[in-house]
């Protein structure tokens, strides 16, 4: 049971323009979800949360939205840079207050200069 | 200060034998925990354990798989008589707290031969 869906495998973006990663969920218990953004042959690091209680939250290049009546998530980075060529994925965790967190299937962006 | 160190970075096995992946988390980190990611996959929770106790495996298959987290040392993740489904990468994650940002290794790489 995929509680946590990123339907876009991959994604290509001009550099300087705007990168917008999407992620559905099902299980409306989620109270807060986590970006995390992976290099090959490394760890996921922590990007940028947002609690269920709000729907906008911004860090310098990074917004995420969230539209809790849809069950939706996205991710916007702009400007784009080379640098965030990564593949991202979404996260919630489950299970209580403990970091178990169910992983979306990730998003390979690639920005093109 | 030190991120989450996994050992081996990569691990070739042939199918039968037993694979033990370890993780030291971070300095002052007292939470641990595995995660799965398949080829073309999100990561899959597996374990979380504090020192000498296991605290979740529901996510840990129910053969061949164990882990621990002794007093002294590092975490390991054992797999006994590995197959070839067990080819996958391995990631260890600790916190500082129950509820604290996880910060992830760089990964253990399973092949089964």
Redesign the interface.
């Given at each position: 049971d995929q509680q946590v869906k990123q339907n876009s495998p991959s994604l290509s973006v001009q550099e300087g323009r705007i990168s917008i990663l999407n992620c559905d969920y099902t299980n409306s218990m989620f109270d807060y979800f986590l970006w995390y953004k992976k290099y090959p042959a490394e760890g996921p690091t922590f990007l940028i949360s947002i609690s269920s209680i709000k729907d906008k939250n911004e860090d310098g290049r990074f917004t995420v939205f969230l539209n809790k009546s849809a069950k939706h998530l996205s991710l916007h980075i702009v400007p784009s840079q080379p640098g965030d060529s990564a593949v991202y994925f979404c996260a919630a965790p489950f299970g209580g207050g403990a970091q178990k967190l169910v992983f979306g299937q990730g998003t390979r962006l690639t920005i093109n200069p | 200060n030190a991120g989450?160190m996994q050992n081996p970075r990569h691990l070739v096995r042939r199918r039968g034998q037993e694979a033990r992946l370890r993780c030291s988390p971070m300095k002052g980190h007292s939470?641990v925990?595995w995660?799965r990611q398949l080829p073309?996959?999100?990561?899959?929770?597996m374990v979380?354990l504090q020192k000498e106790n296991i605290?979740?495996e529901?996510?840990m298959p129910k053969e061949r798989f164990s882990a621990e987290f002794p007093k002294e040392g590092p975490s390991i993740l054992r797999i006994q008589q590995v197959v070839r489904g067990d080819s996958a990468a391995y990631?260890c994650?600790s916190?500082p707290t129950?509820?604290?940002?996880?910060?992830?290794?760089?990964?253990s790489r399973l092949t089964v031969l």
């Open positions: - | 989450v939470h925990y995660y073309e996959e999100g990561l899959k929770f979380y605290i979740d529901s996510g990631f994650a916190s129950y509820t604290g940002e996880l910060f992830f290794g760089e990964g």
